[in-house]
Structures are given as C-alpha cells and as structure tokens.
C-alpha cells in the first residue's frame, strides 16, 4: 500500500513515525510545501517532497495540515490531490463543523464524488503531546460521509491498530475534537479566574487547587502564563463559530484578564526570571507559548529578561532574545509557570 502523508508538522511527524512503526511494509511519502521540513524528513530517512505525487500512485492520503487562515492551506492541499478511484482520503486535522462536506463538494466539483469515486473520513488526530503518545493506547473517533467512505477507514485505521469509536455523520467526528479542547480550555480559564480571586483576597490557589482535588471525581486545573500553544484557542474559536455560546466568550474573556494580570505583576521588576518557557510543561514546543509572549513584551519596556527551561538549551534561550539563567545569578522576580514571586536569594535548583 502507498501513503501519503500532506502536512509535515508536528501532527504530520507523529503519524508518519507510528506509520513506520506500525506499517512496515508499506511505502510511506510526506508532502509539504516547507522545503526545510522536508530535508529534515530526509535526514531522518523519510522520502518527502514539496510535489505531490501523482493520484494513481497513492492508496491513501493523510491530511494534517495546519488549519491556518480560514482554512486555505487545507483547501490548496485538497486541490492539489486527484485520488484514484477507489483510494482513501482521510483529514486528521482539526477543523470546523462542516469542513468535512466541504472538501466532498471540492472533490466533487471537479468529478470525483466521495463514496463513488473514492473514499472520504474524517479521523481527528488524538494524542496527549507530553503525556501519552501512542496511538494504539488512544480510542479514535472516525466517520465517513458515506457507510462505505466509513468502511474503508475502519480497515486502514484498524490495520495501524487505533482503536476506533465510529460516528454516523462527520459533524460529530468534527465536533468531538473541537469541543474536547473546549472543555479544557473551559477548565484552565475557570482556574485563572480562582488564581485572580485568591491573588487579591491573600490566599493560596495551590493550597485550594490540593484540597478542591481530594475529591476523587474533581480535577481543577493548574494555571500557566495564560492558555497557549495552537490547538486550543483556536478550536474554541471553531466551536465559537458553530455555537455562538457566551460561556465561551467569557471564558476567552477570563483568559485575558489573567494574561494582563501576569504583565502588571511583571512590572514590579526590572529583573526577572521565567522559569519555564515551552507552551506547556514537558511538551518540547514554543509555539504559542504565552511566556515567551511575555518575555518579548517585557524586554520591550525595558526588563532585563533571564529564562531557563529544562527542555531547551542555554542557546536556544538566547536565540530567544533572553539571558539564559545561571545558577546564582540574582534577580528581583520570579515567575514559576505562572506563580509570580518576589526574589529572596531563595535556593532555585
């Protein structure tokens, strides 16, 4: 069988790396327009290409890419695949309610009709970056716009061993993801907003959090520098579009506030120390990340700026623009993923 996986990102190298591991016998592509990703897939050992190859070349097409701006990066990537009769395109990245249909009637535009032609699911990609990534421990969620578009995406998805949850119609494949990521953004804003109240009221958030989480069916989240990385502002911004729910705009609300919060408790210093700079804590990623954010805005008024991060090297840190912290190196403030603190020469190892 030949794959091809369109979007060498961070999603498109995991399912290219469980391709290879789960699928040995297979041929296995990458697509993408970013040549430095693919001689870096080539590096590795991986055949990729900015050109897509030709449609009676691939069995299946995997679709992880990126869902920048209203969608056109995925639609130029739709356009480009002519799926030969028969073969499976299957879209893992997250997208809005009805995205599914639209990219059937883009095929069917131009004479391939989805179920007839070929065979279109929706299958959004589900790890826990950080946690738990391994998909064959991660149940799935998958629907096709026709009974036999779902068939075909059983039996590719099943022989990668992904357990499977099948639904009827893509909009709850579509839904599932973006109300999944909801939910925790829902949780982290709600915690924010209880780190603010105790903030002004003296009180401890981290001794609230411990007891509020000796129940056993409770779980309050921790806080951060505010709700970053890629997936969940924008997926609440998906459902946003669907739901048009106020609970939502407060919640985004809620995140703002805390986020200036974290810029006027900065400002009590003229040296300060990130501790922490990924998106999340254990995830080796920047993207979005709300204390480099900070950082940058801080250097801009005029902090003097130390960061360290156990994931990133003291180079990377600097190619940042900030000072990489040496053990013993005093500064007035301390900001540990989101707990900010006045410095008094305490032991920071």
Known sequence: MNICVVGAGRIGLHVLTHLRRGRP???VAAVDLDQSKVEGLAARGWTASTSYPA??????????VSTGPELAWLF??????APKPGALVTVESTIPVGTTRRIAAAFEQRGAKAGRDFHLVHAPHRVLFGAEEDPARIVRVIAGMTETCLDAGIRFYAGCGIPLHPVTRPEIAELSKIVENSIRYLEISFAETLSLACSEAGLDFDELREAVNTKTNVHLADVDYGIGGECLPKDLEFLQSWLQSPLLAEAEKADLRYREHMRRAARNFGKILLDGLTYK???????GSRA???????LRLGTEVYARDPLLTAEEIAALGFRPWREGQPVDGICRRGKWQAEERRDLR
Do not use: F, K, N, T
């Not at 130029?76 to 695949?81: G, L």
């Not at 480099?292 to 801080?298: A, D, I, N, R």
């Open 292 to 298: 480099v954010e900070l950082g940058l805005e801080l």
């Open 76 to 81: 130029d990537a739709v356009s480009r695949i």
């Open 55 to 64: 449609g009676d070349a691939v069995d299946v097409w995997i679709l992880c």
């Open 25 to 27: 016998g297979d041929s």
């Open 281 to 287: 804590p254990g995830v080796r990623s920047l993207q």
